[in-house]
């Protein structure tokens, strides 16, 4: 749904003091995590793709004989910074990297390894910032194996109660008619992010097996919205050439976690399948997250290429209703308001910075009001002059008006034509 449902559902809210507990008890879940942090790097000739493994004793029996398990990884397509959010689970950790030369996740024969010889105790809201991991050109002797994969594999709970933040889809199939892309689940994402990631719905989604002759086309929704919105997109897609990836969200999380989340998620996309290039089409406040997305994958990724970025009816300056929540003091704020308020820091940041090379960003606006409207122009969910935000405007190839609503534009034929145009033209 579009960016007014924020307005909505702060109104309802108001009146609504079990939502806001629900709020505070998410939120509170969050601040709890303990955060790892550090850098890593292969020593070997090349820009190596590296995995770091989270390592953890759990148990008296374990802490006695030395032993440690991996709960769950993180993967750098080369040198850089790894993060490693761990909520509920008070023990023992510490980090490891391995070399990944064949690219399958796991750690084999032949492949270098180096584990941290520090330790950290991880209490509620502890930070430990200063791992640095250089993996040795010769590989070592390994006191066990780690298969990544059998991480991913654990169960949904087991995984979050460990780790927070780590357990989303990475191209797992699916079908837009599964119940979890409803507007139900899609809407308690807002409140209750914390369950949504604990019950498995973020992540990249596949629609169909992955074809390597086809390229992907990643679409990411908005505030309260599910990939399910893009359905009429999708299956009017040119797919003799291109196929269609789906993100999800909670919306509520603030846009920088769930841009670095995407970008995680896709860094580990195109190392399993060797994917070059894809698109990028956004809708809604999904818009600021691909933004956010396609500069810090440019960073931690800069081969990737990625020649089109089309959002759709995104409000570039923000959304009023996001700050008078946070103007007006209202009892919990949620944290995506902080972001979606007009001006706020993220918008300034994804806005100020220059799209990467090769990308061309083409932006569509929406302008049909309801009639009984009063005040600024909009599309029944966002203002023209959001949509129109210079900063926005001035880094965009080309600006496309249509005369639809904020919803109704995912369903209207001409951006549909639109889009396969876009694509035939770009790759």
């Not at 990737?304 to 929540?325: C, D, E, R, Y």
Request: hydrophobic fraction near 40%.
């Amino acid at each position: 749904m579009g960016a007014i449902r924020l307005l909505l559902i702060a109104s309802i809210g108001v009146t609504s003091g079990c939502v806001f507990l629900d709020v505070k008890e998410q939120q509170e879940k969050m601040r709890a995590a303990c955060t790892i942090k550090g850098t890593a790097r292969s020593m070997q000739d090349g820009d190596r793709a590296v995995v770091v493994v989270l390592l953890h004793r759990g148990d008296t029996k374990a802490e006695a004989a030395g032993n440690w398990h991996a709960v769950s990884h993180f993967v750098l397509e080369h040198a850089g910074k790894f993060v490693f959010s761990v909520n509920g689970a008070t023990g023992t950790y510490t980090v490891g990297a391995f070399d990944d030369a064949n690219r399958n996740l796991m750690l084999d024969p032949g492949e270098s390894f180096i584990s941290d010889k520090d330790s950290v105790t991880c209490t509620p809201g502890a930070r430990f910032d200063d791992f640095v991991l250089n993996i040795p050109e010769k590989p070592q002797q390994h006191a066990t194996d780690f298969d990544v994969a059998g991480v991913q594999s654990r169960t949904l709970n087991e995984q979050v109660s460990a780790i927070f933040g780590q357990t989303v889809a990475i191209g797992e199939l699916t079908s837009l008619a599964e119940d979890m892309f409803s507007q139900e689940v899609a809407e308690s994402g807002l409140w209750r992010p914390f369950d949504f990631l604990v019950d498995g719905y973020a992540g990249v989604w596949f629609l169909e097996a992955y074809d390597p002759k086809r390229i992907p086309v990643l679409f990411v929704h908005g505030v309260n919205g599910t990939p399910k919105s893009f359905d009429y997109l999708i299956r009017n897609l040119d797919h003799t050439r291109f196929q269609a990836w789906v993100y999800y969200y909670p919306s509520g999380l603030h846009l920088g976690t769930v841009a670095d989340q995407l970008s995680q998620t896709m860094t580990k996309l195109q190392i399993r399948y060797r994917v070059p290039r894809f698109a990028v089409v956004a809708h809604s406040m999904g818009g600021l997250v691909a933004r956010g997305f396609v500069l810090r994958h440019a960073e931690s990724s800069p081969n990737t290429q990625i020649p089109l970025f089309l959002s759709v009816s995104t409000p570039w300056g923000g959304h009023k209703a996001a700050g008078a929540a946070i103007d007006n003091k209202f009892p919990m704020v949620v944290e995506v308001w902080r972001d979606m308020a007009p001006g706020s820091a993220y918008q300034k940041d994804v806005l100020s910075r220059p799209l990467p090379a090769g990308m061309q960003h083409h932006m569509v606006f929406t302008y049909q009001r309801n009639s009984s409207s009063f005040g600024e122009s909009d599309d029944q969910g966002v203002t023209v002059s959001s949509q129109l935000a210079l900063p926005a405007q001035s880094k965009a190839v080309r600006l496309y008006g249509l005369d639809e609503t904020h919803v109704g534009v995912l369903r209207d034929p001409l951006l549909s034509k639109m889009l396969n145009e876009l694509l035939t033209s770009s790759f």
